[in-house]
Nanobody, 121 residues
Framework: QVQLRESGGGLVQPGGSLKLSCAAS????????MGWFRQSPGKEREFVAC?????????NAEVSLKARFAVSRDNAKNTVYLQMNSLKPEDTAVYYC?????????????WGQGTQVTVSS
């Protein structure tokens, strides 16, 4: 049984930063890809970024977040992170952690419950 738990969300002013964490339990996910999705009201869930077992990062080009966001992982802690800088109001969403055996199958296996990120003055 694998469980993912996100934390680190909250209210932040435009231009501020947040670092989200996703801790996995049940088994080690060191051989799995892990990533982040987000969903705002009235929109479907969208892919943000993911990181492979060997540390290769991929970002959703349509969202264009590579310049401001960074995804990383700490396998010793069985945790993946999403560092978010220069936050904008349009980044407001519920952010979900996900894990899968490969980056291509991300979103098909494990999900966290989500953490709310609100960017507002």
């Amino acid at each position: 049984q694998v469980q993912l738990r996100e934390s680190g969300g909250g209210l932040v002013q435009p231009g501020g930063s947040l670092k989200l964490s996703c801790a996995a339990s049940g088994r080690s996910l060191s051989d799995n890809a892990m990533g982040w999705f987000r969903q705002s009201p009235g929109k479907e869930r969208e892919f943000v970024a993911c990181i492979s077992a060997n540390g290769l990062s991929e970002f959703n080009a349509e969202v264009s977040l590579k310049a401001r966001f960074a995804v990383s992982r700490d396998n010793a802690k069985n945790t993946v992170y999403l560092q978010m800088n220069s936050l904008k109001p349009e980044d407001t969403a519920v952010y979900y952690c996900a894990a899968s055996f490969t980056m291509a199958t991300m979103g098909n296996d494990y999900w966290g419950q989500g953490t709310q990120v609100t960017v507002s003055s």
